[in-house]
């Protein structure tokens, strides 16, 4: 049974993996705030465990168990996200940290009761598929804001991006999963997108904003 550490580990690589599956020991070091020569052994030690595939100098890689492994430890995030907002009322912005903790409990049956309550959900409070209990994830074909045309409706799906800052932000706007929005233009100069929706009649979003905005394109 992998340690708290180590479920952390698997995270990151899951999460920073490219599309070859490939992450270097820098930003995996990064991303966990810890040095490269902590990285270094840590991931020796998930090598002996069979969990990643790593050489010197080389980035490091999950193996099929270890992919398995992290995506059930990001079932579990999703699935406690999603139950501490439709179960327990918490707004989407509050539920991250809880969740990081949650995450390593080691009890199936209790991960299974909230699947079951919540009726077997796909997606998490941010839009975030929720791995199935194999470790499969579905893929969706969502596109970022940034890139519609002026004209098109579109419906916000996901995010790239769930600090809390930027939920707060979100929630400021008004903007939720569902919100059908129409792009009415684009901003040459510093490509911010101005919109309508709901009872916002003309609503400009900055270029970072829709970038970490996910749209399903209506019409
Ligand atoms: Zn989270």
């Given at each position: 049974?992998?340690?708290?550490?180590?479920?952390?580990?698997?995270k990151?690589?899951?999460?920073?993996?490219?599309?070859?599956?490939e992450?270097?020991?820098?930003?995996?070091?990064?991303?966990?705030?810890?040095?490269?020569?902590?990285?270094?052994?840590?991931?020796?030690?998930?090598?002996?465990?069979?969990?990643?595939?790593?050489?010197?100098?080389?980035?490091?890689?999950?193996?099929?168990?270890?992919?398995?492994?992290?995506a059930?430890?990001?079932?579990?995030?999703?699935?406690?996200?999603?139950f501490?907002?439709?179960?327990?009322?918490?707004?989407w912005?509050?539920?991250?940290?809880?969740?990081?903790?949650?995450?390593?409990?080691?009890?199936?049956?209790?991960f299974?009761r909230?699947?079951?309550?919540?009726?077997?959900?796909?997606?998490?409070?941010?839009?975030?598929?929720?791995?199935?209990?194999?470790?499969?994830?579905?893929?969706?074909?969502?596109?970022?804001?940034?890139?519609?045309?002026?004209?098109?409706?579109?419906?916000?799906?996901?995010?790239?991006?769930?600090?809390?800052?930027?939920?707060?932000?979100?929630?400021?706007?008004?903007?939720?999963?569902?919100?059908?929005?129409?792009?009415?233009?684009?901003?040459?100069?510093?490509l911010?997108?101005?919109?309508?929706y709901?009872?916002?009649a003309q609503e400009?979003?900055?270029?970072?904003?829709?970038e970490?905005?996910?749209?399903?394109?209506?019409?």
């Amino acid at each position: 049974m992998a340690s708290y550490t180590e479920e952390n580990y698997l995270k990151a690589l899951y999460n920073l993996a490219n599309p070859q599956g490939e992450v270097s020991i820098s930003d995996l070091a990064n991303s966990l705030n810890v040095s490269m020569p902590t990285a270094n052994s840590m991931v020796k030690g998930l090598q002996k465990s069979d969990l990643v595939l790593y050489e010197k100098y080389k980035p490091v890689t999950l193996t099929p168990k270890g992919k398995k492994e992290a995506a059930l430890v990001v079932r579990k995030h999703r699935l406690t996200e999603m139950f501490l907002v439709k179960k327990m009322g918490f707004g989407w912005e509050e539920v991250h940290e809880v969740a990081e903790q949650i995450e390593h409990i080691h009890a199936p049956k209790f991960f299974e009761r909230m699947d079951e309550m919540l009726g077997h959900p796909t997606i998490d409070p941010h839009g975030s598929p929720i791995p199935d209990n194999q470790g499969r994830m579905q893929e969706f074909s969502y596109v970022p804001l940034s890139t519609c045309k002026p004209g098109q409706s579109v419906q916000l799906t996901a995010l790239t991006n769930s600090s809390t800052e930027f939920l707060e932000f979100l929630n400021s706007r008004k903007l939720a999963l569902g919100t059908e929005l129409r792009i009415l233009s684009r901003e040459a100069y510093d490509l911010s997108v101005v919109v309508s929706y709901d009872s916002h009649a003309q609503e400009t979003l900055s270029e970072k904003v829709s970038e970490r905005l996910l749209v399903r394109i209506l019409e």
